[in-house]
C-alpha cells in the first residue's frame, strides 16, 4: 500500500485551510497538481530520515542542582545522541541585596559561581572531554548566565577546552565569546521581562550567535501566552511578549528546539524536553554547522520526526517562491492527536487523527508498544531489573522514556541526592534487558514511571512477555491491540507494569501535501506542531517564505 493509499484507509481527516481558518490560496494537493520529484516519487519512510537527539541545558551539583556529573552523563549516553551538562556561571545584574526574602536565593548562586571559578570549572570541562566518543556519543562545553534585564541564557560551545570568561551583560558575554565556536541560546522566554523573561529588543535579527531559542523545558511552552504547560514555578506566570510567537511576529529568524533545564542531574529527563538536529552523521562539525542553520526541532519527550518542506526548503531556510507546495511526513512514537501547519501565527491546516485507529487486516503487521513501570504508593524506589521478550517477529527500534527527579531548581535540605540511572543493559531483535528505577508518581500531572517504546513487526498471535522482579506476564499483539493491560507485582496499591495499547501505523504515521498560492506578507512563516494522545508534543522550526 502506498502513502496516499494509506492516508485514504487510515481513518485521518485532512482539514485544509477552507475548514480551518477561511483565508483564500491554499488547498489540498492532488494527484495531477505539479509537485516536487522528491514528493512525486511519494512519501519516504522517516525509519530514513536522520534526527540526532540531545539536550544542551541541564544542570547537576557541578554548581547548584542535584546529582554528580559522572551519573548525569551516564544516564545522557542511555538515550541521547549528544549532551552538554549545564554550570550556572555568572549573573551580573544579580538583586536583592536588601530583601531578605532573596537572601537564600541570592546565597545559593553566588556561592555556586565561586566554586567554578575555584577549579571546579576546569575539573568540569576535563569531564564532559573525557566523556566524548566520537561517532557514538557526543559531549559539550557550556554554561548559563542569568540576567534580569535580557534574560537568561546558555553559551553553548563547538570544541572542549574553551575558557570560562566574566561579563557585565549578555550582550557584553556575546562580545567576549564572538571569537570562539559559540551559541547562545535565551531560555525560559516567557517570563517577564526586566524579570528574566526574554528582552526581544536588545537583539539584531537572524543573530549567527542565536541562531535557535528554547520554547519549552521544566519551566513550561512559551510557544504563545496560552495553551499547554503553564509556567508554575515560583519566577512567575508567562507573557505574551516572552513568547515564541511574539518574536516572530516582530520578525525575527531562529529555530526551535527544547531542552529540560532539570535540576536532577539527569539530562534528557523524558518529557522534559529535548532538541532534535537534522544531520548526515552524528559527527561534531556537521552537527554544529546544522545547529547554525536552524536545522533543528523540539519535543516533550518522544522522539517524533517531523519531515516538513515548502518547494526546496527544510525547516530553518528562508526561501523566495510565490507558489508554495507544503509537504509534511510525521511519525510519532505513540498515537498523534492532531498536526498543525501554522502561517503567520494561524493554524492553517489541521489533521486530526482517528479517536481510535483500525488496526489493518493482514497477518503480520507494524505496531509500536509502550511497556510503563511504576506506580505504588511508598517513598522508596523501586528496582526493576528484567526482560521484555518477543516470541515471534522483530524488535525494529526502541525509545527510552527514562525520567530524572523532577527538580527544576535546587531543594532546599536536600543535601545529598544520588542519581539513579536508568539503563538498556543488553538488546537484540527479539528482547531487551532493563535496569530502572522508579518512584511512585507525586500527583496525577507529574508521572514518575519509567518506560520504553517497541517498535515491532510481529505477527498477531506474538506474544509480548514481561519477566521483572521475579514475575511474569504476557499479552499476544492481537490483545493489545483491543487495549493496554496491566500487573500489579504484590498486589494493590504496590508497584506495576503497563503494557500500553498496541498502536498501528495508522495511529502514529500521518503525511499531508497542501499548496498555498497567496503570499500575506513580504516574508511569511510557516512551522509544524504535532500532539500526540499521551501529551507528548514536537515542533519544526520555521521556513521563512519571501515574496516574489
Known amino acids: 500500500m502506498d502513502r496516499r493509499e494509506f492516508l485514504k484507509t487510515s481513518g485521518w481527516t485532512l482539514l485544509g485551510l477552507a475548514a480551518v481558518n477561511t483565508l483564500p490560496g491554499c488547498s489540498r494537493l492532488g494527484d495531477g497538481e505539479s509537485l516536487p520529484d522528491e514528493v512525486k516519487r511519494g512519501f519516504p519512510s522517516l525509519r530514513d530520515l536522520k534526527v540526532f537527539w540531545g539536550d544542551v541545558h541541564n544542570h547537576c551539583n557541578v554548581t547548584y542542582g542535584h546529582g554528580d556529573l559522572s551519573d548525569a552523563l551516564a544516564a545522557a549516553e542511555q538515550q541521547l545522541d549528544f549532551v552538554s551538562v549545564t554550570p550556572h556561571a555568572m549573573w551580573p545584574d544579580i538583586p536583592g541585596e536588601n530583601d531578605p526574602r532573596l537572601n537564600w536565593v541570592i546565597g545559593y548562586h553566588t556561592a555556586a559561581f565561586r566554586r567554578l571559578r575555584a577549579g571546579g570549572y576546569e575539573k568540569y570541562r576535563q569531564m564532559i572531554e573525557a566523556a566524548n566518543r566520537p561517532g557514538r556519543f557526543l559531549t559539550f562545553v557550556s554554561y548559563e548566565c542569568h540576567s534580569m534585564e535580557h534574560g537568561d541564557h546558555v553559551a553553548l560551545f563547538r570544541d572542549l577546552d574553551v575558557p570560562l570568561v566574566e561579563c557585565t551583560s549578555v550582550p557584553d558575554l556575546k562580545e567576549k565569546l564572538r571569537g570562539y565556536a559559540c551559541y547562545v541560546t535565551p531560555h525560559h522566554m516567557g517570563y517577564q521581562t526586566g524579570f528574566r523573561g526574554y528582552n526581544w529588543a536588545a537583539f539584531p535579527d537572524n543573530d549567527p550567535q542565536t541562531p535557535f531559542v528554547e520554547m519549552f523545558s521544566r519551566h513550561g511552552l512559551a510557544e504563545s501566552d496560552t495553551g499547554d504547560y503553564d509556567y508554575l514555578h515560583d519566577m512567575g506566570p508567562r507573557v505574551w511578549e516572552g513568547s515564541i510567537l511574539y ?75 510565490s507558489r508554495r507546495e507544503i509537504y509534511l511526513n510525521v511519525e510519532g512514537q505513540n498515537a498523534i492527536d492532531y498536526v498543525d501547519v501554522i502561517k503567520n501565527g494561524r493554524c492553517v491546516a489541521r ?198
Not at 517497541?454 to 514481561?466: K, M, N
Not at 499476544?476 to 483491543?482: A, G
Request: net charge negative; glycine share 10%.
Open 247 to 321: 518574536g516572530l511576529e516582530q520578525g525575527h529568524k531562529f529555530g526551535l528546539m527544547c531542552s529540560t533545564d532539570q535540576h536532577a542531574g539527569y539530562p534528557g529527563s523524558y518529557g522534559d524536553g529535548r532538541i532534535g538536529v537534522y544531520a548526515s552523521s552524528l559527527d561534531r562539525n556537521e552537527l554544529w554547522d546544522q545547529m547554525g542553520r536552524r536545522h533543528v526541532c523540539g519535543v516533550t519527550g518522544d522522539k517524533i520526526k517531523i519531515d516538513f518542506r515548502i518547494n526546496n526548503g527544510v525547516p530553518g531556510d528562508v526561501i523566495r517562491a
Open 351 to 548: 489533521m486530526n487523527a482517528p479517536f481510535r485507529a483500525p488496526a489493518p487486516a493482514e497477518e503480520v503487521l507494524r505496531v509500536k508498544i509502550k511497556v510503563n513501570f511504576g506506580w505504588n504508593r511508598e517513598e522508596e524506589y523501586v528496582h526493576w531489573t528484567g526482560r521484555l521478550q518477543l516470541t515471534e517477529g522483530s524488535i525494529d527500534d526502541l525509545q527510552t522514556c527514562f525520567r530524572g527527579a523532577a527538580f527544576t531548581s535546587p531543594q532546599p535540605g536536600e543535601t545529598e541526592f544520588h542519581t539513579r540511572v536508568n539503563r538498556v543493559v543488553e538488546r537484540d531483535a527479539r528482547s531487551v534487558v532493563l535496569d530502572l528505577y522508579s518512584t511512585k508518581n507525586p500527583n496525577v500531572m507529574t508521572p514518575a514511571m519509567q518506560g520504553v517504546v517497541l517498535d515491532l513487526t510481529a505477527p498477531r498471535g506474538a506474544r509480548l512477555v514481561a519477566e521483572f522482579n521475579g514475575q511474569r506476564y504476557e499479552h499476544t499483539i492481537e490483545e493489545l491491540l483491543e487495549g493496554a493491560r496491566a500487573h500489579f507485582l504484590r498486589g494493590w496499591l504496590s508497584e506495576a507494569i503497563q503494557f500500553e495499547r498496541a498502536q498501528p501505523e495508522a495511529a502514529f504515521c500521518v503525511g499531508h501535501r497542501m499548496v498555498d498560492t497567496e503570499p500575506q506578507r513580504d516574508t511569511d512563516y510557516y512551522y509544524v506542531r504535532v500532539r500526540q494522545r499521551d501529551g507528548q508534543w514536537g515542533w519544526s522550526s520555521p521556513i521563512w517564505v519571501e515574496r516574489v
